[in-house]
């Protein structure tokens, strides 16, 4: 496997502030960052704003103010959210940035240089809320699906991307690489759209200026602008550090995108056939989740009904709002979210679970061995079971992060805990502290008890960062949040040594009254 490793979520539209979509894919990103790291991997990592196009001179113009001016402060938000959050990229690129459109003029004059674009006069329904033309298939009852708006017929002389030359070789390419696109429902989708090819046809490029002019312009017709997409796309290689950075080849040859459904399209099938138009190779995998709901509805900004990631930080905590999208969420279908579903969630896993066995474990280290980790004896098969627990969740952990199935590897360490505190159960360590002939399997329960611990806090630190890091800072072994390997870390009873000292503090994870919270929000 490569010793790099390089993520993107997509570029944001720039028009409204981020909400729980953008967060999940950012969420998600940042985990993959972590746990390639403990893997010892070089993690590189991609976000940013998309600034251009239609949609951002309608926003601007709402607000009063110019697409310069609008784009630049909300894609501050942007940046200031993800570092609030701790989950911002290696880089952030911003569309409008001076060195991106310096690449997209570039690529341009090479896709025209090498005879892939062609003038023509096209009429078709746009959508600005889609920043494309739409088919019959993206349309019901006369609007657009995604957007619920009618879309405009439009009449122009556009430069079209002669895409369609490259669907053959993209649907072999496809058929030869089943990963390239997954799960495979969406890389069904993808073959489905290359079949039907009516659906696609050439792509149009470029906006005349006197209908837009916040654009990247055509080096080769200043009258016209770019097509927001094309110029977007470009940002996974501007981000990776196209053209000169001496990184850029090793990152773009392991280039993973993650997307939600709704951005498919571009990502499947504009995006390899530019690649391939411009001579440079595919990204590895394009990894695509499906939509979180609120009410039934997708959340969007064109339709309102918006949760705020600093928000949710704000009341529940970040790690646990974190913890809830990544084990909610099956990856590649919908789910929809509620606040009762994020409330039993916490209580359920971290609260009660995962909580009642870091109070328990340290709280009778605490009192029955002066806070340090005990000497235990020779392990028997209780404590032998328990390790093999632990061996099998640092497997499964990796196993369904490569698959990105995160919930199944949160699920996998969830029954970890769950084997240890039934093992705590059965040893009785607070019968045993008032039995003097039973010292020393009291010493080797709290003893099997630390170290599980710190196996399932070394699993959950690309996950849960905070907490985790919290977890092995009160088992005395603090370092390990910044040095601890994948899958090493989390298995060998070694550490903490005994005589490490421990410490109880608060609860981690307070119990979530939700009768207090909806009257609190009424
Ligand atoms: N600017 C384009 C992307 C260009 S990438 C070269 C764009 N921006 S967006 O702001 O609309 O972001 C879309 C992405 O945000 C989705 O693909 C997904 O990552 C995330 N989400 C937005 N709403 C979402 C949900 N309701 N549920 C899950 N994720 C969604 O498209």
Redesign the pocket.
């Known amino acids: 496997m490569s010793s790099v490793f390089y993520v993107t979520?997509?570029?944001?539209?720039a028009n409204a502030e981020p909400?729980?979509?953008?967060t999940?894919?950012t969420v998600v990103a940042d985990m993959l960052v972590r746990w390639n790291r403990m893997h010892g991997r070089e993690a590189w990592s991609v976000s940013g704003t998309?600034e251009h196009g239609e949609k951002m001179v309608e926003a601007a113009e709402k607000a009063g103010t110019s697409p310069q001016a609008f784009t630049e402060q909300i894609s501050a938000v942007f940046q200031r959210t993800w570092a609030e959050l701790g989950i911002g990229p290696s880089a952030f690129v911003r569309t409008t940035n001076p060195k991106h459109v310096a690449n997209v003029t570039k690529l341009l004059q090479k896709v025209w240089d090498e005879g892939w674009i062609e003038l023509r006069e096209y009429e078709g329904l746009y959508c600005v809320g889609c920043e494309r033309f739409l088919t019959e298939r993206d349309m019901k009852d006369g609007l657009c699906i995604d957007h619920e708006r009618a879309p405009e017929r439009r009449r122009e002389t556009n430069y079209f991307f002669l895409m369609s030359r490259a669907f053959g070789w993209l649907r072999q390419y496809i058929e030869e690489h089943p990963d390239f696109i997954r799960p495979e429902r969406y890389r069904n989708e993808a073959l489905a759209m290359l079949r039907d090819e009516s659906g696609l046809g050439d792509l149009s490029i470029s906006r005349p200026k006197d209908r837009l002019d916040w654009g990247v312009e055509l080096p080769f017709d200043r009258d016209h602008v770019c097509y927001v997409?094309f110029d977007?796309?470009i940002?996974?290689l501007t981000g990776a550090g196209y053209p000169d950075d001496p990184a850029f080849e090793a990152r773009w040859a392991v280039a993973e995108h993650?997307?939600?459904k709704?951005?498919l399209k571009?990502?499947a099938i504009f995006w390899p056939c530019m690649l391939h138009a411009l001579g440079i190779p595919p990204y590895k995998h394009l990894s695509v989740?499906?939509?979180?709901?609120v009410d039934d509805r997708?959340?969007?900004k064109s339709l309102g009904n918006v949760i705020r990631p600093l928000a949710m930080r704000d009341r529940f905590g970040f790690d646990a709002f974190r913890y809830f999208l990544l084990r909610d969420m099956s990856f590649g279908v919908d789910s929809v979210f509620t606040e009762d579903a994020l409330v039993a969630r916490i209580n359920a896993d971290l609260a009660n679970n995962l909580g009642n066995l870091v109070s328990r474990t340290l709280n009778m280290t605490g009192r029955f061995c002066d806070g340090r980790v005990p000497e235990p004896e020779e392990p028997g098969e209780a404590e032998d079971e328990v390790r093999a627990a632990a061996e099998t969740a640092a497997r499964a952990v990796d196993e369904h992060v490569e698959k990105l199935e995160p919930a199944r590897a949160l699920e996998a360490i969830m029954r970890l805990v769950d084997a240890t505190n039934r093992y705590v159960d059965q040893r009785e360590p607070w019968k045993a502290a008032k039995d003097e002939s039973r010292a020393g399997e009291l010493r080797t329960t709290l003893f099997t008890c630390c170290q599980s611990l710190r196996a399932i806090a070394v699993l959950l630190l690309p996950f849960v960062p905070d907490s985790a890091t919290e977890i092995l800072s009160r088992l005395g072994v603090p370092e390990l949040a910044d040095e601890a390997r994948l899958p090493d870390s989390a298995l060998g009873f070694e550490l903490p040594a005994p005589g490490t000292e421990t410490r109880k503090g608060a609860p981690l994870f307070p119990r979530i009254d939700s009768s207090e919270l909806s009257e609190g929000e009424d």
């Open positions: 979520t997509p570029i944001y539209y909400h729980l979509g953008h999940y894919t998309d997409w977007a796309l940002s996974y993650l997307i939600a709704d951005i571009p990502h989740h499906g939509y979180w709901n997708k959340i969007s």
